[in-house]
């Protein structure tokens, strides 16, 4: 009974990894995000296939049609892609490297966050609040290969490294503080989110004010890296290539967008960060005990997150507006604020209660999550059927409505249009003229016959070679 009280934490975690291995085997076709992963896929796929460097990743749809893009996209930095890429070239190619590589790290983010809240608060609390993160948001998307679990993970062990620097004046945890921290910022800016975090620790504390200005001077490495990376190398990237992930919006522009689309913003708010109304209301709780208690650290904190994540979320705009993934960067401070709640309650029972009630909501509300959509597994025969028909150097365009998943798994590049547009010469005569010689076409989204030649048919996918020579 001690070994399991003295490492309850390890084995909480440990369970977590454990029940997350569920299918992590399966293709990209799982109910949510799926387009946003086989967009990290299609570069570390690309990486692992000699066809980039480091420098300059590379997806598999080249742009709209108007001009030859090679597919180089101004990107976050893509080094969880390229430790895939050289997983891959050990061990052969698949599609799920990459959610083992997010749930190792969404592991040690787990972890790290513990050890914060353990010298910050008490043991108790600092379990109470490990297993609400566990079972926020932070359950799904930490096994989906996507950067924002892995950024926010690594932010936490900076800041642990942070603190450990403060106590032992050790320069080895002052330069895992400076590398955990840039790679943070690196893989997703948000981990500022997190970072935010340590000007508490500068104003309020009592840490001697040497070790401060070393913290304040090791912080303007990563400040440089990502200000280069994002600011200088990406925006030459996409000026040379045409094609950027996401630069967000103006301020204005995201401004306007947020405040027309309350209800949504709000729901993100009250479910979307702990996937539980139970957890929620404890987080309410916990900000009116932190307020009563005037705990000056908390909500310093509270403030400095509320600042930088409103103006994330006016910079994202829409993307903020309707994906609930960029609510991640709140989820530690929503669990340390729900377990503040939970450790008051002097009732051991209720503690329990309160605690398996807010984990079991969260987990059932995303273990739809681990499924996949079994009426789309006809798309894992589109690469067995480019191989046949389409050779590897011709350019195909697929009516994925916008999702890149069956351009990644047709093992080709190309473009990805919507249906209507098959039907709009102009966009194809732009497509051909570009580089377009295949138009793979999904039976389930477009029916009607096109005025090329037929390759091929069968009942999923119709073949016609593109061409407008005559």
């Not at 090679?70 to 390229?82: A, C, H, Q, R």
């Not at 297993?131 to 799904?140: P, Q």
Request: proline letters at 3%; charged letters at 15%.
């Amino acid at each position: 009974m001690k070994f399991l009280v003295k490492y309850r934490a390890l084995l909480l975690i440990a369970f977590f990894f454990l029940i997350r291995l569920y299918g992590i085997h399966q293709p990209p076709l799982e109910v949510n995000h799926n387009w946003r992963q086989v967009t990290g896929l299609m570069v570390a796929r690309n990486y692992y296939e000699g066809n980039t460097d480091f420098a300059h990743p590379m997806i598999d749809d080249i742009g709209v049609g108007e001009s030859g893009s090679t597919g180089v996209v101004g990107m976050e930095f893509p080094i969880l892609n390229f430790i895939y890429a050289s997983i891959a070239k050990l061990i052969g190619y698949d599609h799920w490297y990459g959610r083992l590589i997010s749930l190792i790290l969404g592991s040690f983010g787990l972890w790290w966050f513990y050890l914060l809240m353990r010298r910050w608060r008490d043991e108790k609390e600092a379990f109470i609040s490990t297993a609400l993160l566990a079972c926020s948001v932070w359950f799904a998307f930490s096994r989906k290969f996507m950067p924002d679990v892995s950024a926010i993970s690594l932010a936490l062990g900076a800041l642990y490294f942070a603190i450990e620097y403060f106590d032992s004046r050790k320069y080895l945890f002052l330069f895992l503080y400076t590398l955990f921290a840039s790679v943070a910022l690196l893989i997703k800016i948000p981990a500022a989110i997190i970072l935010i975090s340590l000007l508490a620790l500068l104003f309020l504390s009592s840490v001697h004010l040497k070790l401060k200005i070393r913290i304040v001077i090791a912080s303007i490495v990563p400040v440089f890296l990502t200000f280069w990376w994002y600011f200088i190398w990406n925006v030459k990237l996409s000026q040379e290539s045409g094609i950027w992930y996401n630069s967000g919006e103006s301020f204005s522009q995201g401004f306007a967008t947020v405040t027309s689309n309350l209800a949504l913003v709000v729901k993100h708010f009250y479910f979307s960060v702990t996937m539980s109304y139970i957890t929620f209301a404890m987080v309410i709780a916990g900000v009116v005990m932190v307020i009563w208690k005037r705990d000056r650290f908390t909500l310093f904190i509270c403030f400095l997150t509320l600042i930088i994540f409103s103006i994330y979320a006016i910079k994202s705009g829409r993307h903020f507006v309707f994906q609930h993934y960029y609510m991640i960067p709140l989820a530690p401070l929503f669990a340390l604020l729900a377990a503040r709640f939970i450790n008051s309650i002097s009732s051991r029972s209720l503690v329990w209660i309160c605690l398996l009630a807010a984990s079991i909501e969260g987990v059932a509300n995303q273990a739809h999550d681990f499924r996949i959509h079994q009426h789309n597994l006809y798309k894992l025969d589109l690469e067995q059927l480019a191989s046949k028909y389409i050779s590897k150097d011709e350019l195909i365009v697929v009516n994925g409505e916008g999702n890149p998943q069956e351009l990644y798994l047709a093992h080709r590049k190309g473009w990805v249009c919507t249906s209507p547009q098959l039907l709009d010469t102009n966009y194809l005569k732009r497509v051909f003229a570009a580089g377009g010689r295949v138009l793979v076409v999904n039976r389930h989204r477009h029916e009607q016959p096109l005025p090329f030649e037929l390759i091929h048919s069968n009942k999923d996918y119709f073949l016609y070679k593109l061409n407008f020579s005559h």
